[in-house]
């Protein structure tokens, strides 16, 4: 076996690599920094003669699957055979939001906990953290998860907050999870009640529980019902001001999907015609809405 400079063909990056007769092995490109990938000897030239559109399509997601897979630990050796089974691999993210949780997961897996500091040192490099075809999409993801205040960014510094550490948890799990659509009104006291104090306790249930950002705009529309699409539960709290959880509930209801309705106790009066057919677990405190949605969930 030799050491030869070899260019990885997925990030670009050229590297001293060992060439066998039969395979190479790449280490520390930016598909597998700290570590090393083995891609067969005959799949060099077949995957660098593709055509552009789709060495652009394909070269990302090997790229990602590369870097999962080497930061947990696991071996990964490329063939031309492997590579109908990687794009279609249930590992391969296919939305923003999945994409998101890809980064959360690494996160998760180099801090001992939120708040702690992960330092992306070829933060330019990184957006295979994502599977993301390009730097742009990475930093519209980590502005996505900043403004759902899942983490906190200054340049290459990243931290996990409270909430983020437990969706990265939760993700990590969500093969054992249900997901939950949350929907309420876009007032930040409200959200901030149901992610530190509500949203926990339905998690515990066995939920993954996600809320869509409420404004009066057709993307966020779009946005909460593909929230609804991807998730087997819906929870609607009720409000004088919350015609778009009224309209998503109706969706929700065509879609003849399981939702629960909750109610604040000072809204009944104002909202008293409108929730005469839903039957809304009425609610005081957020322990007590908590208690209520865990016991309705756990039966």
């Known amino acids: 076996m030799s050491i030869e400079q070899k260019r990885c063909l997925f990030c670009e990056k050229i590297v001293y690599a ?6 190479y092995v790449f280490r520390d490109c930016y598909c597998a920094p700290d570590a090393a ?4 000897a005959a799949c060099y030239e077949p ?7 789709r060495k652009r399509e394909l070269f990302p997601l090997l790229s990602g699957y590369i870097r999962e897979h080497t930061d947990t630990g696991h071996p990964v050796r490329i063939t031309v055979d492997d590579l109908d089974h990687i794009v279609k691999s249930p590992m391969v993210p296919l939305t923003l939001e999945t994409k998101g949780e890809k980064l959360l997961q690494f996160l998760h897996r180099h801090a001992n906990g939120p708040n702690e500091p992960v330092i992306l040192h070829q933060l330019t490099h990184s957006f295979n953290l994502t599977y993301s075809p390009n730097m742009q999409e990475f930093v519209y993801i980590l502005e996505m998860l900043k403004t759902d205040m899942l983490l906190d960014r200054v340049g290459p510094t990243i931290k996990l907050t409270e909430k983020g550490w437990r969706a990265a948890l939760a993700s990590l799990q969500s093969e054992n999870l249900k997901h939950c659509c949350v929907l309420v009104t876009s007032d930040k006291e409200t959200q901030h009640l149901w992610s530190s104090s509500i949203i926990p306790a339905v998690e515990q249930c066995g939920y993954l529980a996600q809320y869509p950002e409420f ?4 993307d966020a529309l779009e946005e909460v019902m593909r929230a609804i699409d991807r998730s087997e539960l819906v929870i609607a709290d009720l409000n004088p001001d919350s015609d778009l959880v009224y309209f998503a509930s109706g969706y929700t209801k065509g879609k003849q999907m399981p939702i629960i309705w909750t109610i604040h106790q000072d809204a009944v009066p104002e909202l008293q015609r409108e929730v005469s057919g839903m039957r809304p677990i009425v609610w005081s405190s957020p322990e007590e809405l908590s208690s209520l949605l865990q016991h309705k969930l756990m039966k």
Do not use: C, Q, R, W
């Not at 660098?48 to 559109?53: D, G, M, P, R």
């Open 215 to 218: 404004t009066p705009s057709g």
């Open 37 to 40: 990938y083995e891609m067969g």
């Open 18 to 23: 060992k060439v066998a007769e039969d395979h």
């Open 47 to 53: 995957f660098n003669t593709l055509i552009h559109s």
